[in-house]
């Protein structure tokens, strides 16, 4: 079974700001993956990024980069220089080695909200 | 590229009642996947679809829960003598599969049926 746990339910943070979204995840697979999806007030989640478990770099998407410290099981989001439109609900997951037959495991998400 | 459609938006239904959604993945997609969100949480998988297999049906919820993708296409979730308690946006998802052991897997998302059980 997998969990991922957000502890964050909603954070105000200044525009231009970078921002840290937590993320921590419990497994029994030695393989995994995870993933930070946006779910803005329209509904539809979109992907952000991707970090494998053996990958030895952390991931970077544009403005985005995940903060993967394997020993502590935590996957954090970075978000750089903060925009307005990055306000929205945002959901880290995982999925291990029953691809897809495990779907993704959602946390509860953080609300972010980006003031001017 | 249309993205992932989903119809209706919005269902509003009597308790015990059936309804059924239908989802419209992107074209080629080899995979289809449908999750349930509730107040507060994150998505919850239900179930998936490599073409027109369906794969994995153990998380629905309940035997009232179905799906569908015939011929591999677009795919339709059914929900027979609805409760209250199944009141929750119902995701559709998409993705291009190249390697069945492959732990990164880039969904696309539709936009969501809401469903109401008065």
């Known amino acids: 079974a997998q969990k991922i746990t957000q502890t964050q339910p909603g954070m105000f943070v200044q525009e231009k700001e970078a921002v840290t979204l937590d993320c921590t995840y419990d497994t029994s697979d030695p393989s995994y993956g995870l993933f930070w999806y946006k779910q803005p007030s329209s509904g539809e989640m979109i992907f952000l990024i991707y970090q494998g478990s053996y990958d030895q770099q952390n991931a970077t998407e544009g403005r985005y980069s995940l903060n993967f410290q394997k020993a502590r099981k935590s996957a954090n989001l970075v978000i750089s220089a903060s925009q307005l439109g990055d306000s929205a609900m945002y959901f880290c997951a995982m999925r291990g080695l029953g691809g897809g037959a495990d779907g993704l495991t959602f946390g509860k998400g953080t609300h972010l909200i980006i003031q001017p | 590229d249309t993205g992932v459609s989903q119809d209706p938006r919005h269902k509003i239904t009597k308790r015990g009642q059936n309804v059924t959604f239908r989802c419209d993945p992107i074209?080629?997609?080899?995979?289809l996947y449908w999750y349930r969100q509730t107040l507060g949480q994150g998505p919850e998988f239900l179930t998936y679809f490599q073409n027109e297999a369906q794969l994995e049906k153990s998380r629905l919820l309940s035997d009232r829960f179905s799906a569908e993708r015939p011929k591999g296409s677009f795919s339709t979730l059914e929900i027979q003598r609805t409760e209250q308690g199944d009141s929750a946006m119902y995701l559709c998802?998409?993705?291009?599969?190249?390697?069945?052991?492959?732990?990164?897997?880039?969904?696309?998302f539709g936009s969501g049926t809401q469903l109401s059980v008065l």
């Open positions: 998802a998409s993705s291009q599969v190249q390697s069945l052991a492959t732990l990164y897997e880039k969904l696309f």
């Open positions: 074209s080629e997609h080899n995979r």
